[in-house]
């Protein structure tokens, strides 16, 4: 059963290291968040299971990571200048500021001033003139870069409709109001696919990838029972959308977007192009004369086609948020309580422990390590030599990050060349032989 409220989540994530407050010995950041030595693994493990099955696996993507601080340019023509805004209100009463959507109970209607739209983009100065001409933004998606280097990317590499690029990278957005815990937060990781298709075959494209991202989150340990589809209303519609449909997940605080999964039509690529009128949009952007390039291909008969993109868009932060939900389970073992993070083994942050029986145990010890480094140069992630604490504590400990398997080196060991290895969830003990250790271990992934 997933955890029941986001407080044990909070408490387990900062206990043994997962995620922390940014600047918590100052007094913390509002919106901005650290991850500890257990965290970066996960994110890398969620992040690397995106790409292998975005790109590697794949024959039709090719990757992307592009500079975070934007020209404006990019940024005034996607259409992010005008539109990426939340309605504003500020409350005469006690001061605050909310999203018009978001206002808490304790403020009356009466007390709230009429709203106004607030851009969510950060601007930060380049060169070390601060003239306020020669400011770049912070992206508030990685998109927006995957559409500029297009032409880039085509030339390159030859591609042609269908294909994709694909980007994971931080974003960051000045959310009016933050939201429960890692959810809502001003800067986040997105992982991000922008596929480009025929115009015409884009709807087929679009129902295809809502369905192979789902077939992912069930990969990832998020059952498709605790997801929701939600087709977005056009009129909620972003400026630059056709259609979305967003993937919905239970978090502990409500039903929210875990995913989005955009139909952009030829906007960004329209929008980013010079000689607009030479390109048959069929999308309405604004007249662009400073882009240098014509964002399009050309088709069978030699005219310029520009593809349509879908896009699914998740957020890596929300992703370890409805990870770790799934995996937390609190058990009764005949009078005690234990938590258990039941990750899938390739999203486990440390995916063995090697604990040497007897700590002074010179002999145990080298045996231990001799078999950890066997282990670790396999590649499959972080195994740990565990030299603290007595065993329970340490399957205690283990059980509560989700390493899938504890492997124990004693006395045995060194005369029968045998090992015992627990596993996470049943908690059965078995003997192998070190010999047969490779492959218990390999057949966990
Ligand atoms: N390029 C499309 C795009 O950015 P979005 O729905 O605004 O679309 C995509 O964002 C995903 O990024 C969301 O589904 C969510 O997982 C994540 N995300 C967006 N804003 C976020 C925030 N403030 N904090 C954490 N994650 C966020």
Not at 78 to 91: A, K, N, Q, R
Not at 209 to 227: A, D
Not at 326 to 344: F, N, P
Not at 386 to 398: A, L, M, T, V, W
Request: glycine share 6%; aromatic share 10%.
């Amino acid at each position: 059963m997933p955890a029941t409220n986001i407080e044990d989540l909070i408490a387990l994530c900062k206990r043994r290291g997962f995620i922390f407050q940014s600047s918590e010995i100052y007094g913390g950041t509002q919106g901005l968040y650290d991850y500890g030595p257990l965290g970066v693994e996960l994110k890398n493990n969620i992040k690397n299971s995106w790409w292998k099955s975005v790109v590697y696996e794949r024959d039709d993507v090719e990757g992307l990571d592009a500079a975070i601080l934007t020209k404006q340019s990019v940024l005034k023509y996607s259409g992010h200048e005008e539109t990426f805004t939340d309605p504003l209100v500020d409350c005469k009463s006690c001061g605050e500021r909310f999203r018009a959507d978001q206002v808490p109970d304790y403020c009356k209607k009466e007390d709230l001033t009429e709203p106004r739209q607030f851009n969510l983009m950060f601007k930060t100065n380049i060169g070390p003139v601060d003239d306020g001409k020669t400011f770049a933004y912070l992206r508030p998606e990685t998109a927006q870069q995957i559409f500029t280097n297009f032409k880039n990317v085509v030339d390159s590499t030859s591609r042609n409709v269908p294909f994709g690029i694909a980007q994971i990278g931080k974003a960051f957005r000045n959310e009016i109001t933050l939201k429960s815990f890692i959810f809502r937060v001003r800067e986040f990781e997105q992982m991000e696919l922008e596929f480009f298709v025929v115009p015409g075959t884009d709807e087929d494209w679009h129902k295809k990838w809502v369905e192979l991202r789902i077939n992912w989150w069930k990969k990832q340990g998020v059952p498709k029972k605790s997801l929701e589809l939600y087709e977005v209303p056009k009129d909620e519609l972003a400026h630059y959308s056709k259609a979305t449909v967003d993937i919905m997940y239970k978090f502990p605080h409500g039903v929210e977007e875990l995913e989005g999964i955009a139909n952009r039509t030829d906007f960004d690529l329209g929008s980013h192009s010079k000689n607009q009128d030479e390109l048959s949009l069929k999308s309405k952007v604004s007249e662009n004369n400073e882009s240098n390039a014509k964002l399009a291909l050309k088709d069978e008969n030699n005219n310029w086609m520009v593809p349509f993109v879908i896009e699914p868009s998740a957020g890596v932060d929300r992703a370890i948020l409805a990870i770790l939900n799934e995996a937390y389970h609190l058990e009764k073992i005949e009078d005690k309580q234990r938590v258990v993070l039941k990750l899938k083994p390739h999203l486990s942050p440390i995916k063995a422990a090697i604990i040497p029986l007897k700590k002074n145990d010179e002999k145990i010890v080298a045996k231990a390590k001799e078999i950890k480094n066997k282990l670790q140069s396999l590649g499959l992630g972080r195994v740990l030599f565990e030299n603290s604490g007595n065993i329970g504590k340490n399957y205690r400990r283990h059980d509560e990050i989700g390493t899938p398997i504890c492997i124990t080196i004693d006395f045995e060991t060194l005369e029968e060349e045998t090992v015992t290895v627990r596993d996470r969830d049943t908690m059965s003990q078995k003997r192998v032989s070190i010999t047969d250790l490779e492959e218990v271990f390999k057949d966990l992934f």
